[in-house]
């Protein structure tokens, strides 16, 4: 389980467009979570990752044997907010921009 620098130097790592296949990390939670529970797993299980049971990942996941996905998509929101090479402008403006809707909309409330 990654915590602290550890996971903010692995996200940081996964998120650089030094990294090949950075771009699906930067516009994914879901990608990067599972990169992250893969790598996860390789450590636990000394890589013998295809042995681990569907059943058996949940209850490492119960268990808090893995990274937190919390942790993760905090910590590429930090990472991305405090350095802007790492975020994909599409998906950043197009957060955004819906933010800027749902503001305008509530105002109506």
Same mark, same amino acid.
């Given at each position: 389980?990654?915590?602290?620098?550890? !996971?903010?130097?692995?996200?940081?790592? !996964? @998120? &650089?467009? @030094? +990294?090949?296949?950075?771009?699906?990390? %930067?516009? &994914?939670?879901?990608?990067?979570? &599972?990169?992250?529970?893969?790598?996860? @797993? %390789?450590?636990?299980?000394?890589?013998?990752?295809? %042995?681990?049971?569907?059943?058996?990942? !949940?209850?490492?996941?119960?268990?808090?044997?893995?990274?937190?996905?919390?942790?993760?998509?905090?910590?590429?929101?930090?990472? +991305?907010?405090?350095?802007?090479?790492?975020?994909?402008?599409?998906?950043?403006?197009?957060?955004?921009? %819906?933010?800027?809707?749902?503001?305008?909309?509530?105002?109506?409330?």
């Amino acid at each position: 389980m990654l915590t602290g620098k550890h !996971l903010e130097d692995r996200v940081k790592n !996964l @998120l &650089s467009p @030094l +990294q090949e296949g950075h771009k699906k990390y %930067q516009t &994914s939670d879901l990608a990067l979570m &599972s990169r992250i529970w893969f790598d996860d @797993l %390789q450590k636990i299980s000394y890589g013998t990752v295809n %042995q681990i049971t569907a059943l058996r990942f !949940l209850d490492m996941l119960r268990k808090g044997e893995l990274t937190k996905s919390e942790s993760v998509t905090r910590c590429r929101r930090k990472l +991305q907010a405090k350095h802007p090479e790492l975020r994909d402008d599409k998906v950043y403006k197009g957060r955004h921009s %819906q933010a800027k809707i749902m503001r305008e909309k509530s105002q109506y409330y």
